[in-house]
Nanobody
Framework: QVQLVESGGGSVQAGGSLRISCAAS???????????MGWFRQAPGKEREGVAA?????????YYADSVKGRFTISRDIAKNTLYLQMNSLKPEDTAMYYC???????????????????WGQGTQVTVSS
């Protein structure tokens, strides 16, 4: 059973930065359905939305939501079984619970499909004050 555990959330002022992490309980390379890892977020009263995703192969192709391009950077350390999201120039509208997720495969047109992700973490709260 794969477990994903997020950490690093907190409260910051607008314009600030945070890095959140997602640690997998097993070697990601040992999971047959683990080509793609993603970050999603959900604000109160809103639907969960994709933030970014990255392939776990050596190319590390990544995808971003338009709302975070140029401010957020997704990365992964396969040796540490850990996914990261560096968030800079944070805005109040970035306030949400952030979740990491794992799926077999993703592409530029499909990475935001929530139902395609097989494993999910419990989330870490990010609050940005104005």
């Amino acid at each position: 059973q794969v477990q994903l555990v997020e950490s690093g959330g907190g409260s910051v002022q607008a314009g600030g930065s945070l890095r959140i992490s997602c640690a997998a309980s097993v070697d990601i390379r040992s999971i047959s359905s683990s080509d793609c890892m993603g970050w999603f977020r959900q604000a109160p009263g809103k639907e969960r939305e994709g933030v970014a995703a990255i392939h776990t192969d050596t190319k590390s192709t990544s995808y971003y939501a338009d709302s975070v391009k140029g401010r957020f950077t997704i990365s992964r350390d396969i040796a540490k079984n850990t996914l990261y999201l560096q968030m800079n120039s944070l805005k109040p509208e970035d306030t949400a619970m952030y979740y990491c997720a794992l799926r077999a495969f993703c592409s530029r047109s499909s990475w935001t499909t929530i139902t395609a992700y097989n494993y999910w973490g419990q989330g870490t709260q990010v609050t940005v004050s104005s």
